[in-house]
């Protein structure tokens, strides 16, 4: 049976983002709306990954990437922008305010307080000025797989000992069968300044066709971009291949790519296709993603992984 409507997003804070996007799919809603509304619960907790309260780069500044791309493929998006609680929405504005897909940095900054988002004080969060203190004494730059659980890089351990991710990218489609995706981040923890990753980027981070389906990534972004990750896990629907079996095939393409050394690395992908079928995969083990599509169906799954 078809799941329709339906909606996916990476990690644990899916489940909540989720939520929101449910109550936006449940009463007819678009699935652009659902999308939006969705990361934007991300975006306004404070977690180690999405949104102002997130992790700052190495110079101390939280810097924001986001994306969004509806049914009709209309993209929009935003990267290294500052002080801005909701790139997700700036993100929106730019595709449906502005002849362009992508603003970035100060640019975007200026046009989103031109549409009237309040430029917020230049403050860490409690939790990430820790991090970032902590990080200053080594000041390494080097990814590590599931920084968020690994401890090395892990700011925001819950009390319940669990840790707080990570980058959230949403796919849905509406009661209407229309498909729409999001996805927004502060990046890798620590950063190089003016650092760009997967998540804003169309077709790396996130990429939705409506006729076929959508996809979004979390991860080493450097490693979706260079394989147009979204992209080709969308292409590979195209060709007939369930949404798991396409994100295990992007996955094994990174693998490839590295020749196998994909130790440091973690990637994964989740998508969803028109017939309402969903699946995701990762490089690592460690990764899972949220499922809903019903008013008491809002699951957490754990992603296969490759290695
Ligand atoms: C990035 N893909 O900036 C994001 C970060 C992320 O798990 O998803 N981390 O590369």
Redesign the pocket.
């Known amino acids: 049976a078809v799941k329709k409507p339906i909606v996916i997003s990476t990690w644990k804070e899916g489940i909540n983002a989720n939520k929101a996007a449910w109550n936006v799919l449940r009463n007819n809603g678009r699935a652009l709306d659902a999308v939006e509304q969705g990361v934007m619960v991300t975006e306004n907790s404070i977690n180690c990954?999405v949104g102002l309260g997130a992790n700052p780069d190495r110079d101390g500044y939280v810097t924001l990437?986001a994306c969004i791309m509806d049914e009709t493929g209309n993209a929009g998006s935003v990267a290294a922008i500052e002080r801005i609680k909701h790139p997700i929405s700036v993100a929106r504005k730019v595709m449906e305010n502005t002849p362009h897909v992508m603003l970035v940095g100060e640019g975007a900054q200026q046009f989103a307080v031109a549409q009237g988002f309040p430029m917020e004080p230049q403050i860490l969060s409690d939790s990430a000025r820790k991090a970032y203190e902590e990080w200053l004494k080594k000041s390494e730059y080097k990814p590590k797989v599931n920084i968020e659980n690994s401890g090395a890089f892990a700011p925001n351990k819950l009390s319940n000992g669990n840790w707080n991710h990570?980058?959230i990218g949403m796919v849905a489609m509406d009661a209407a069968g229309n498909l729409s995706g999001s996805c927004t981040?502060s990046?890798?923890a620590f950063k190089m300044h003016g650092r760009v990753?997967?998540?804003p980027i169309i077709g790396a981070?996130l990429y939705v066709d409506n006729e076929i389906g959508a996809a979004t990534?979390?991860?080493?972004?450097e490693e979706?971009i260079k394989i147009c990750g979204t992209h080709l896990v969308v292409e590979l629907m195209r060709q007939g291949l369930s949404p798991e079996a396409a994100c295990k095939a992007a996955c094994e393409r990174i693998v490839k790519r590295n020749k196998g050394n994909v130790k440091d690395m973690q990637v994964g992908f989740i998508a969803i296709n028109k017939q309402g079928e969903y699946g995701g995969y990762c490089i690592q083990s460690g990764f899972n993603f949220a499922v809903c599509y019903g008013d008491d169906h809002n699951e957490l799954i754990d992603a296969k992984h490759l290695m």
């Open positions: 990954c990437d990570d980058t981040t990046g890798m990753g997967d998540s981070g990534s979390t991860g080493l972004g979706v």
